[in-house]
């Protein structure tokens, strides 16, 4: 399914008799943060998120590599559904929180890995190891590229002396690295959800930004839905299941703000 122009996707959108938007975070709704520990609630986007939920026919779910606790804070909307963590942690919209792994099955590899990520970047400049309990992620955005090359090879490598895939996945990115469970997938999210809380007569709509969302786009497509995807320079090029595109996180925003 494809779209021309933003008329279409709306039109599409509109004629549902429900619509389930899932929609990422960071560089997808909000312009990405300086650290990724970083919380800085955007009352716009609190407002807007509010507006959306209000609406008889839509449903709303956040998916967000970010740590439950920190999309909590970002977003306090009642009524809508959280997915921290790639989607380990939810948060229902009756206020339930689900865990999907048992915390004290992951961490205790993580703590043998983090040490000697700290060892690789310690001592430099623009590299930032983000801790979010389930997952490490080593992020070097602001780096050289030469170093930041060299410093996530030195990483993965670390990686590569363990014996990890039967119960860790390694996700990679522009200038960055993270080791996380199998389970840390939004597309393994979005089916879970679709599972636990199915939506009758339901189009759903996928908005995102990068090959961590690209992965949920088979899952909404297989429900005849349409996917979104938000440009970011250091995904030009690669394939993509998109329907249709926006240029920026505000693109996203005023099309969200139309649609209401």
Known sequence: MKFN?????????????????????????????STPDRIEPNPMIIGLLKQLSAKAKMRVTVLSGRRLEHIRHLLPVEGIMLAGTYGIELLAPTGEIIH???????????????PEWESIIDGRKDFYLEDKGWTLALHARYAADAEAEQVIAG??????????????????????????????????????????????????????????????????????????????????????????FFRSPSETRQWLERLI
């Open 5 to 33: 122009s933003k008329a279409e996707l709306t039109k599409w959108a509109l004629e549902s008799t429900n619509l389930w938007l899932f929609l990422d975070y960071d560089g997808t709704l909000a312009d990405f943060a």
């Open 100 to 114: 999907r792994l048992e915390y004290d099955e992951i961490r205790p590899v993580l703590e043998t890995i983090k």
């Open 155 to 244: 990483a993965r490598s670390a990686l590569n002396e363990r014996s990890l895939a039967r119960s860790f996945r390694v996700l990679e990115g522009h200038k960055f690295l993270e080791i996380a469970p199998l389970l840390a997938s939004k597309r393994e999210a979005v089916s879970y959800l679709l599972a636990l809380y199915p939506l009758s007569n339901a189009r759903l709509l996928y908005i995102g930004d990068d090959d961590k969302d690209e992965e949920a786009l088979p899952v909404i497509h297989d429900h005849q839905g349409a996917a979104v995807k938000v440009y970011q320079s250091s995904q030009a090029g690669r394939p993509t299941q998109a329907d249709f």
